[in-house]
């Protein structure tokens, strides 16, 4: 891989070709805040948080990658007030109650709207009627809080390659289904798995809950990017 | 071993059990048994040895698929605001009174189901249905009621096809009513063409050649998007790949257009010259045409015309004896709008939800089943067969310095002669409108519902890439009509049809239509259309595709064309009106204890 030079709103920084802007950015200490991203899985650029400008065209960071003498904006007021827009347009799309809700401190999507100081969402809520499932004998699905990040239909597959979770319907009617037969079998660790890369308490394992108190959570103390621009 | 089991098993078997193929084996289910069941589901998923819900994805995605069964006879009604405007609303109430049951359901006997559909491309002949597959065109309530008695009647739909429409469409083939309304013919695409010729001229040019000739021409897609062809097949033939492919796109779902309708129906084997030239240019041997499930009436038709070209050694092994194979297959749709987004279209063709991809990689780095691929418009296929019979050059003098050549336009709306007019780029709207007998309209909507809503202190600009793009659809609109209605109904469109993917689509869409509609029921003050309007911004900045990045336009583009409209339904001396309904969001309780509280008081 070849060393490559490109700027963050003016900052030099270096990366490798075949990195995506999101990963050189946080090479470089720069934060750019993501939900549907997780490393290691392919990027799904469904959220549309980590839009960054190149060249005056808005452009998810996740998706991009950098490229030699690339001229990124990333933290202006214009992309800080969109990305917070995307923020609230999720919190108005689904029905979240984060004083209830078992990933509370975990939550990315709650951290993002402290980080972005969400005191109200300017969009009218929707308050959708989703179903909850909790027929499987492992994992809770909780559509209320679902993002459609797509984090469980990228990488929950079983060892012959089956998808256990994917997307139905289209829309502002998608939501998050499983193949019930390959849902039944997953073992313990499957059901962590897919609880821990849930970014939003979409999936809980059954029968645990609260095993970390509410105020030693991830978010409680920094908030959610901190662990980067600290770097 | 049930009837289901066995059907879904020859299907299956049919394809080869190729999961690629995912969309016919759906089809084909469909076909036989109804609907597609969570039963059914299973089956397909275990025969294809793949996920179920794999399979669930894609019977949910589109919208001619179904889980539950949809009737005997399904009714889709086109729902387009063209429709409305020429008495969809009247048409619904006969259809639904004579069968007895509401749009969105099927009869208690399950003989009859009514439902709405996006833009069937029947703009310029309106109200129009497809039933079973058949399109009925100029539907009047007593129209449908007879269609309602035909069915009851338990005739074949097509026995209650009593008229025809002019040229092909009357051939034994096709037998629709449907018109062609060709009302003005150019040089380009509806001149005298000789079948081979354009084929035979690059085939005895080097690849490279062909695509410079392309670039001379200065062709640029037909779709709307306008990327430059040769450019496009440069990349393609460009691209590392054991093989190429060569993908038409006749998915044609812009509401309000309808002008590759007319070249599938009369200039086919125009359209496949055009794409075996194409593969040629790029080092492809396959074809691919993607066809809306709303054209399927035209698919058997098609089918011949590529069995005659193959018979006449214009497409199968060694074209012309020059040592080149190319051949083409249909692909059918199943109705998504965001398939016309090229990689999305390149996803459904490999059986998958029509989600539109991330770039890079492009199509033609990696498309279908991961080959380099170009993806084309009906129309610009026809005219690279023009451009090899006339010359860069020549085609290149026609139209603006940045648009080339001719545009074929879908007129519809409010104008006395609707049609496909083939006009030279850089025509004004105004020029246009005298054409068609439109020139009292109040508002053209120019590139459909996505495109711009424009004015008459506009009527003076140029239709082409440059000034006022467009993929065809022309909307003529009339000083009767509501404007409001029409952007509403555009938004309904594009709430229907967003795949659901990215946020600022999914959800943003639904927000600015209930915003919107705050504004049309009068409950709203002049901080909601700026809030609308700068909303409108954040969608079309923030989404993944095309889809989004241009859904608010029916919005933003009235909010500034139109101002006024809105302003008169706002008050203008509060910072805040509620739309908040007390009494109906307590009716439910209000019923429960027996008492109405004095809201009044309140």
Request: proline residues 4%.
């Amino acid at each position: 891989m070849s060393t490559i030079q490109f700027t963050i709103d003016g900052k030099p920084c270096t990366g490798k070709s075949g990195q995506t802007i999101v990963e050189a950015a946080k090479d470089n200490g720069i934060y750019i805040p993501t939900l549907c991203h997780f490393e290691g899985l392919k990027p799904a650029g469904s959220c549309r948080i980590c839009t960054v400008k190149v060249g005056g065209r808005f452009m998810a960071a996740c998706t991009t990658p950098v490229t030699e003498g690339m001229v990124i904006e990333n933290k202006t007021s214009e992309l800080e007030d969109y990305r917070k827009a995307i923020i609230e347009m999720l919190f108005v799309e689904g029905n979240h109650m984060c004083p209830t809700c078992e990933k509370s401190g975990n939550c990315e999507l709650q951290a993002l709207g402290y980080r972005y100081m969400m005191f109200v969402p300017r969009f009218p809520y929707l308050f959708p009627k989703r179903e909850l499932d909790a027929s499987l004998p492992k994992i809770i699905i909780e559509r209320n809080r679902c993002v459609q990040c797509l984090r469980c239909v990228r990488s929950m597959t079983t060892s012959d390659g089956k998808k256990i979770f994917g997307m139905v319907n289209r829309g502002g009617h998608i939501h998050i289904n499983v193949d019930r037969e390959l849902a039944k079998n997953m073992s313990d660790e499957q059901a962590q798995k897919a609880m821990d890369l849930c970014p939003v308490g979409s999936i809980l394992k059954k029968e645990v809950g609260f095993v970390v108190p509410i105020g030693k959570r991830k978010y409680d103390a920094m908030p959610i990017g901190s662990e980067i621009e600290k770097a | 071993m049930g009837r289901e089991d066995t059907i879904v098993k020859q299907v299956v078997s049919k394809y080869n059990n190729d999961k690629t193929r995912l969309m016919d084996i759906i089809t084909d289910v469909q076909n036989e048994l109804g609907c597609v069941s969570d039963e059914t589901i299973r089956h397909i998923a275990s025969q294809l040895q793949i996920s179920s819900v794999d399979v669930e994805g894609v019977v949910t995605f589109y919208h001619f698929f179904s889980k539950t069964p949809r009737g005997k006879y399904t009714v889709y009604l086109n729902s387009s605001a063209v429709a409305v405007m020429k008495g969809r609303t009247a048409v619904a109430k006969a259809f639904e009174e004579a069968a007895g049951c509401k749009f969105g359901s099927t009869t208690p006997d399950g003989a009859i189901g009514l439902y709405n559909t996006s833009c069937i491309g029947m703009n310029d002949q309106e109200p129009a249905a497809i039933i079973n597959g058949v399109v009925f065109t100029n539907l009047t309530p007593q129209k449908a009621k007879e269609l309602v008695a035909g069915m009851k009647a338990g005739k074949h739909v097509q026995e209650m096809v009593t008229e025809f429409g002019d040229g092909a469409n009357q051939s034994e083939l096709i037998r629709s009513m449907v018109k062609n309304n060709i009302m003005r013919k150019g040089s380009v695409i509806f001149a005298p063409y000789e079948l081979g010729s354009a084929l035979a001229a690059a085939l005895s040019r080097k690849p490279d050649d062909v695509i410079e000739e392309m670039k001379i021409a200065n062709l640029r897609g037909r779709g709307g998007a306008g990327f430059p062809t040769g450019m496009k097949w440069d990349f393609c033939r460009k691209s590392e790949g054991t093989k190429k492919y060569v993908i038409c796109n006749a998915d044609e779902g812009e509401p309000g257009t309808f002008k590759d309708r007319v070249i599938l129906t009369e200039l086919p084997s125009m359209l496949f010259e055009g794409m075996a030239i194409g593969g040629y240019a790029v080092g492809a041997n396959e074809g691919i045409i993607y066809l809306r499930a709303e054209y399927l009436y035209l698919k058997k038709y098609l089918e011949k015309v590529l069995s005659d070209m193959r018979a006449k050694n214009l497409l199968g092994k060694n074209i012309l004896g020059k040592g080149f194979d190319f051949d083409i297959r249909i692909q059918m749709g199943a109705g998504a709008y965001v398939c016309g987004e090229e990689s999305a279209l390149i996803e459904s063709a490999e059986g998958k939800r029509g989600e539109p991809r991330n770039r890079p990689p492009f199509p033609v780095q990696k498309g279908y089943l991961g080959y380099p691929t170009t993806v084309n418009n009906v129309e610009t296929f026809c005219c690279a067969v023009r451009i090899m019979l006339e010359g860069g050059e020549w085609f290149k003098k026609m139209g603006t310095a940045q648009s080339a050549g001719t545009k074929l336009l879908s007129v519809s709306g409010d104008c006395e002669k609707p049609g496909v007019y083939e006009v030279e780029f850089g025509i004004t709207v105004q020029t246009l409108l005298e054409m068609v007998g439109g020139r009292t309209a109040k508002a053209v909507q120019i590139g459909g519902p996505s495109g711009n809503c424009i004015g008459k202190k506009d009527f003076g600009r140029r239709i082409c890439y440059d000034d006022l793009a467009t993929g065809g659809s022309i909307i003529v609109i009339g000083q009767q009509r509501d404007l409001f209605e029409i952007v509403h109904n555009f938004m309904d469109f594009f709430v229907e049809e967003s795949c659901g993917w990215c946020v600022p689509c999914r959800a943003g869409n639904v927000i600015l239509k209930e915003r919107l509609e705050k504004i049309m029921s009068g409950k709203a003050s002049l901080k909601d259309i700026d809030e609308l309007e700068s909303w409108c911004k954040i969608v079309k900045a923030m989404s993944r595709c095309g889809l989004g990045q241009t859904s608010p336009n029916p919005i933003y583009t009235t909010i500034q064309n139109f101002r006024d409209i809105y302003e008169a339904k706002v008050a203008k001396d509060v910072d805040y009106v509620t739309s908040f309904d007390l009494l109906a969001a307590v009716q439910e309780s209000c019923k429960i204890a027996g008492r109405i509280p004095n809201v009044e008081e309140h």
